[in-house]
C-alpha cells in the first residue's frame, strides 16, 4: 500500500470556489466556514474509509433516527486513535489537528492550550438526512471541520435565529475538508442538501449534486465546562 508522508504532506489552500456567499448574512465572515479541496490523498483516503467501515460492520445497525429527529440512517462510532493498528491514521488524524490549530483555532485560544474530543465517523446512507441544527455547547469548543469521503455534499449555513438574513453553501468533495469557526459554529445551523441540490460556483457555474452513501470523519475541540 502507498503511503503518504503526514509531515511532509502538501497543505492546500482554501478553496474559495467552494463556498457560495453570494447570499450570505451580514456577519458573515470568510474564516467562519471554510473548504480546502484534496486535503487528503488518494492514498489516504483508500487507507481511511474501509478501516472505517470495518469498525461499523462489527459495532450497530442503521439508526433510523437520532434523538432530537436532526440525523436519520445513519452509524456513527467514536474513532479513539488507540483503536487503529495501522499507526498512519492516528498520524493522518494529527495532521488535520495541527493544521486546524493553526489556521481555524488559535485566534480564539491565544497561546492556551487546545484540546480535542476524539474524532467521530458518520456512515450516512444515500436516502439518509442531516437536517439543519446547532451543535450543543455542552461538550464542544469553538470548531467542528470533517473530512468528506465517498460522495459529494452541499452544507448549508443559516442563521439560526434569523433565517431570512440569508444563507451560504459549502461544496464538499470527497477527501476534501471543511471547518466552521465563529458564526458559522453556533450562530449558524448547518445541514446537508437532499441529493440533485445545485451548488452555484463564484463564477456562476450550477454543479447539481447527487449524492450517494456518505462517510465524514468529525474533528470538535473541547473546553472546560464553568
Known sequence: ??????????????????VDARNAPPDFTSNSAVVYNNFLSPSEGTLIAPLCFSIFATSRRYEKGHWDAVITNYKEVELADAIFDDPEIPRIFQRVREHLEE????????????????CHAIDLKKEGELNAHVDSIKFSGDLVAGISFLSPSIMRLVPDDAPEEGWVDLYLPPLSLYALTGVGRYRYSHQLMPTNSTFVTPDGKEIIVERDDRLSVIFRDTKDQQ
Open 1 to 18: 500500500m502507498v503511503r503518504s508522508l503526514s509531515t511532509t504532506a502538501r497543505i492546500p489552500d482554501r478553496d474559495a470556489s467552494l
Open 103 to 118: 489556521h481555524q483555532l488559535r485566534e480564539f485560544y491565544g497561546e492556551e492550550p487546545i484540546r480535542w474530543l476524539p
